[in-house]
């Protein structure tokens, strides 16, 4: 009977301290992820030519910004904010907007740079026309593009061009309502649900093989 006990009690010993080493793992573990979150986020440097803060809407005025953050940059006439928040807020830029990325470069009248966690996640350009590119890691011209708005979406590598949008990669190029880029898989996307009625036009240069094809569901897809 007390050998029955003592094992018994040994047995509830071991489950809690297994128990405890599971605890202990699942701590250390978050921690090192936290960690490398941490890590991750990357500093963001801002540079102006002079600053006004209105002390009662904590707004925001910088002439001639600069705002650069690990390959990502920005550069307008102006920027306005709410407070010098990156947390969770919207960056208003307006005159010049020149934005580049490890990938390329955007020129625009009007750009709302999004800040989540302190990272840029989200542009949204503005401009007669806005002006996108994309570059391969030797500088080579892949893709360019143009629209009347022109969101580029940092989560999904994309970028979704609107209203007049034209975009050329090689030697091929479509235009259309809206026409999205997908710069990871390098594929042209055409919805014909957002043509608002009208057609997508496609030119393939005849020096070459065309590299296009046309879905009902997809619309325009390059390989």
């Known amino acids: 009977m007390a050998y029955s006990k003592i094992k018994k009690s040994m047995n509830n010993t071991a489950s809690l301290g297994r128990w405890w080493i599971a605890v202990l793992s699942l701590l250390i573990t978050e921690s090192a992820i936290g960690s490398e979150l941490r890590a991750a986020v990357n500093d963001i440097h801002l540079e102006s030519a002079g600053t006004e803060v209105d002390a009662v809407t904590k707004q925001i005025r910088l002439p001639k910004v600069r705002i650069w953050q690990a390959g990502y940059e920005i550069q307008a006439d102006l920027a306005e904010a709410k407070g010098l928040n990156f947390d969770d807020s919207q960056w208003n ?12 470069s955007a020129n625009a009248d009007r750009a709302v740079v999004k800040f989540v966690q302190n990272r840029i996640t989200e542009f949204h350009i503005v401009g007669q026309p806005a002006t996108f590119e994309q570059h391969s890691s030797t500088l080579q011209l892949q893709a360019q593009g143009r629209a009347e708005v022109i969101d580029y979406l940092l989560q999904s590598n994309s970028v979704r061009l609107s209203n007049r949008a034209w975009i050329k990669y090689g030697e091929n190029e479509f235009s259309g309502q809206s026409v999205v880029y997908d710069m ?12 608002q009625g009208q057609r997508v036009h496609i030119t393939i240069s005849p020096n070459r093989p065309p590299s296009s094809e046309v879905t009902p569901d997809s619309g325009i897809k390059t390989r």
């Open 93 to 104: 830029f307006t005159g010049k907007v020149r934005i580049t990325t490890p990938q390329g």
């Open 184 to 195: 990871t898989n390098q594929r042209i996307l055409a919805n014909p649900d957002e043509q």
